[in-house]
């Protein structure tokens, strides 16, 4: 990622969607900055988000840095007229945004408004809900007009792969190029839909982690997992570890009546990991069978490599393939030297962002 993220507090779209239906549910509107960053060979172009509220201050933390100065400025613009703005920072840029770190680093910015009107907020409370469901969606704005202006031809548009799932496009035609084109796209584009300009940004859930076990080094996991962008799942059979207050990074806390059907209802593809840390160790085994019976891109479970190894090994004489118990990260983590809950944790996660980061082709993964 370029160093113009290190001094500029943005965040992830699917993080951003909170922050956006905690203001439109509040009846508050707010400025968005999708900021696109350039693509380079062997790395994974992430986007990222700046938000802005009407007293013209970023929302949430704040680092200072040329880029989120740079947005602030848009923003106001965009305060005043309602339009939204469209800027290539592609080329030389200015120098400004050369100092700033933001020429070569960022090819554009699509910066608008969002009014609290009841289509708005159906629309983005249906992209969070969709979000924490791990689905994903296809979002068409309007580059052309303000939000709430320009008639029913400019409204902003939700898509999912069989078409409108909130607002419209003016024709069956837009919605199929809508489609086809965000389909292909790995970033957000700028496009001509029925003669008018858009921006077509995939809003792609975050990986899921599912982490078996509520006990100390599990919330160290979810803390920094949650940190590292993963979707952070606790399940565990004991209400008393098992909660939101012990858990308040997670996006989801379930108490299990027993550790015997943990992914009931659940489909894990490989996006998905799986951390294997029961209490005592006492449910191990009944969760790593389980685990092996999912498509989980990655299963690690806790445990001193005799004693670990071995817990891996009884679920291999229950019938599983070689190859199936060899998906198997025992001991879980990198080998960092760590001693404490604090290493493992951080071992455990440095081992989730490698095996994401191998799977999405990024540079060094």
């Known amino acids: 990622m370029s160093n113009i993220f290190h001094d500029n507090m943005t965040v992830a779209p699917a993080v951003a969607m909170r922050t956006v239906n905690d203001f439109l549910g509040r009846g508050q509107a707010l400025v968005v900055a999708t900021i696109v960053p350039v693509a380079k060979p062997g790395a994974l172009a992430a986007t990222a988000k700046l938000l802005v509220d009407r007293g013209g201050r970023i929302a949430g933390e704040t680092e200072g ?10 923003a106001a613009q965009v305060w005043a007229t309602g339009l939204p703005r469209l ?19 960022i090819e554009r910015i699509f910066v608008e408004r969002l ?51 909130a607002g419209h496009l003016p024709t069956a035609a837009g919605v199929a190029q809508a489609l086809r084109l ?16 858009y921006f077509l940004e995939p809003v792609l859930p975050r990986d899921p ?81 389980q685990a092996l019976g999912t498509g989980a891109g990655y299963i690690g479970m806790m445990g001193c490599k005799a004693d670990g190894l071995a817990r891996v090994a009884q679920v291999g004489q ?36 490698l095996v994401r980061s191998r799977r999405l082709g990024r540079r060094g993964g």
């Open 182 to 197: 965000g389909g292909e796209a790995t970033a957000p584009v700028d496009v001509v839909l029925d003669g008018a300009p």
């Open 209 to 289: 982690v599912y982490i078996l076990g509520a006990g100390r080094v599990g919330r160290l996991v979810a803390r920094l997992a949650a940190l590292a962008g993963f979707r952070v799942v606790i399940l565990d059979d004991d209400p008393g570890y098992a909660s939101t207050e012990r858990f308040p990074q997670a996006d989801e806390v379930v108490v299990l009546d027993d550790f015997q059907d943990c992914f009931a209802g659940r489909s894990l593809g490989a996006e998905a990991s799986v951390v294997v840390m029961t209490r005592g160790h006492a449910h191990d085994t009944a969760v790593l069978a």
């Open 318 to 353: 229950d019938g599983f393939a070689p190859e199936a118990v060899a998906r198997v990260h025992c001991p879980i983590g990198l080998p960092i030297g760590g001693a404490t809950p604090e290493e493992t944790a951080l071992s455990v996660v440095a081992q989730l962002v």
């Open 65 to 74: 840095g040329g880029l989120e100065r740079r947005v602030l400025a848009e």
């Open 115 to 165: 009014a609290p009107e009841a289509r708005t907020v159906t629309l983005f409370r249906l992209l969070g809900e969709r979000l924490a469901r791990g689905l994903p969606s296809l979002l068409v704005s309007p580059a052309g007009v303000g939000d709430g202006a320009g008639g029913q031809g400019a409204a902003r548009c939700l898509l999912g792969p069989q078409g409108v799932l």
């Open 87 to 105: 800027l290539d920072c592609s080329g030389l840029g200015s120098v400004t945004d050369r100092e700033a770190g933001i020429a070569g680093s």
